[in-house]
């Protein structure tokens, strides 16, 4: 069933799709034979949407160290299923590296060796699988082969993920899943409200009352449009052995979370209290909102801010605000502030910039999110 996408290895670095029910290698140069000094090599993979990179490893044999300094391959996952790119480790002894999936659609792989000391290198074999992170404003999910019949015994968990501070409305258009309608013990699929194994599941199968719910939908009927709570879904998909169907098409887009906006000061309304999502208390994980406040013309605009609570962390990665001097993200900073705020800032014209974000994706995480009110004068 599997045919090859390439005949050969790939040589010192690549950009490889590797498409569904295909398989290639990547192989250091000159495999089996050892590979050169110097060497600076780069892959990076892209699988289908809705699939994820599998890494299977044939062969590795570097020059070994405690700490890989010399020759070593370094792993990049791409961030929640984009090409932002996550250091997950760098490898060189034997065993080190076992089989790898991606979290999304990409990965990177980078191979550098110094100038002495060789070994036979690696060979490491590419799939891809269904699963992993499904990012966007808006698309679609759909089963393995869709609108083919889907293989048996598969068992794919895909999280949705739009923007932080949206959240998602989504819509099964069709759906074909071979199972006994009243249990869904065979084919059957799980939707959570959140991105993992504890979210609660959606209780939405249109097969079965209100107290007959077990999380699981199958069968023919579509079940009804629904939102999340957040900006994250979690979808499970799992076939036995025997009998098959389409599967599913899902479809999703976020809506707005009313965080954010633009503001006109006028003469009558020239005090505005601002403040993150829910305040006081916590907003939801990964919140990220935008204000453009624009004054009169020719007055400044001021901001006070009365309090400041995020998670501290230098540089303020994890949480802060954020404020420029003009009407976008691109505008001259002011400042990013995370703890211990000035008071009053103020823009040079009439028109200020301010971005509250935090990136905990869990709400489970055990931080405190933050929480600020301020007002423009
Ligand atoms: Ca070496
Ligand atoms: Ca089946």
Redesign the pocket.
């Known amino acids: 069933m599997l045919t090859p996408t390439h005949s050969s290895a790939v040589n010192c670095g690549q950009n490889i799709f590797i498409g569904e029910n295909n398989y290639t290698y990547i192989r250091s140069p000159d495999f089996p034979q050892n590979y050169g000094d110097n060497l600076n090599c780069e892959w990076i993979i892209q699988s289908p949407p809705n699939m994820r990179i599998k890494l299977t490893v044939l062969t590795f044999s570097l020059e070994s160290t405690r700490n890989c300094y010399y020759d070593n391959l370094s792993l990049y996952d791409g961030k929640y299923g984009t090409q932002k790119w996550n250091k997950t480790g760098r490898y060189c002894r034997r065993n080190q590296l076992t089989t790898t999936f991606s979290s999304g659609q990409f990965m990177k792989l980078s191979f550098k060796t110094d100038s002495s000391i060789n070994n036979r290198g690696f060979n490491i074999r590419v799939t891809a699988e269904c699963g992993g992170y499904v990012t966007g404003s808006s698309g679609q999910l759909t089963s393995p082969g869709y609108p083919n019949l889907y293989p ?1 015994n598969k068992n794919c968990v895909w999280k949705i993920r739009t923007r932080p501070s949206t959240k998602m409305r989504f819509q099964f258009v069709d759906m074909d899943v ?1 199972s006994t309608e009243a249990s869904c013990s ?2 059957y699929m799980i939707l959570r409200n959140g991105d993992n194994s504890n979210s609660p599941f959606f209780l939405i199968n249109p097969h079965q009352g209100s107290s007959e719910q077990n999380g699981h939908l199958c069968g023919s009927f579509l079940p009804a449009i629904t939102n999340t709570s957040s900006n994250l879904l979690f979808v499970k998909f799992v ?6 169907g389409r599967g599913f098409r899902l479809l999703f887009e976020e809506i707005r979370n009313g965080c954010g906006g633009r503001i006109l000061l006028t003469n009558e309304n020239s005090e505005i209290d601002i403040s993150s999502p829910n305040y006081p208390n916590s907003p939801d994980p990964e919140t990220e909102c935008e204000w453009i406040v624009h004054g009169l013309p020719g007055k400044k605009v001021f901001m006070d801010i009365e309090r400041l609570d995020v998670k501290y962390t230098s540089r303020c990665t994890l949480a802060g605000l954020e404020v420029r001097d003009g009407g976008s993200q691109y505008s001259n900073i002011i400042g990013t502030y995370c703890r211990d705020p000035p008071h009053t800032l103020e823009s040079t014209d009439n028109i200020l910039y301010i971005r509250y974000y935090t990136n905990s994706n869990s709400p489970n995480n055990g931080f405190k999110e933050g929480s600020f009110v301020f007002s423009f004068t």
Not at 239 to 244: E, Q, R
């Open positions: 048996a071979n065979q084919d076939s036995d052995a025997t009998g098959s």
